[in-house]
């Protein structure tokens, strides 16, 4: 019982007091001591925590604008061959809200479309497979560039670098 050995050693003069305030000293210390301690534990954890929840968060954004592209390709996709000209791609986002709409999301103007289409058909065949279209859409996104995407830039800078040289 606190209180009553305080009062035992408050008894004993002014020695008896300075060790009552010497015990109650010690008690707030052990107190503040054990509650930075809890609270330590608590930032730890959720410093642990959030980058994992960000990381989850962004996986399914990017989940969500697959999903999202894949649908506003197969409705641009006319003749059903899983394949987009550049014709169907005009026409798309001629005429159809939902793609002005994703077309406004990635910050491009419709008048942009032939020069977008060329981006995103990478094996320059004339048209645009769904993979292409959702990977060059994706790749078009507003934010920050990924190292995978600056290390594809530098070794292309690389590339041409040598072609000059040579």
Not at 31 to 53: E, F, G, Q
Not at 86 to 97: C, D, I, W
């Amino acid at each position: 019982d606190f209180p009553s050995t305080v009062r035992h050693f408050m008894k004993d003069g002014w020695s008896g007091t300075c060790m009552a305030i010497a015990i109650i000293a010690f008690i707030l210390f052990t107190n503040l001591a054990l509650l930075n301690l809890v609270t330590a534990v608590m930032v730890d954890s959720i410093i642990d925590i959030l980058p994992k929840k960000r990381t989850e968060r962004l996986a399914q954004e990017r989940a969500a604008a697959v999903r999202r592209l894949e649908t506003l390709f197969l409705m641009m996709d006319r003749d059903g061959d899983r394949r987009l000209t550049l014709e169907e791609f005009e026409k798309g986002v001629q005429n159809m809200e939902e793609v002005k709409h994703e077309m406004t999301r990635l910050q491009m103007a419709t008048f942009d479309v032939k020069e977008l289409f060329m981006l995103i058909d990478f094996n320059d065949n004339g048209t645009v497979s769904v993979d292409e279209f959702i990977e060059g859409l994706l790749r078009v996104s507003p934010g920050p560039a990924t190292k995978k995407e600056l290390m594809g830039v530098q070794y292309d800078m690389h590339r041409m670098w040598n072609m000059l040289g040579s």
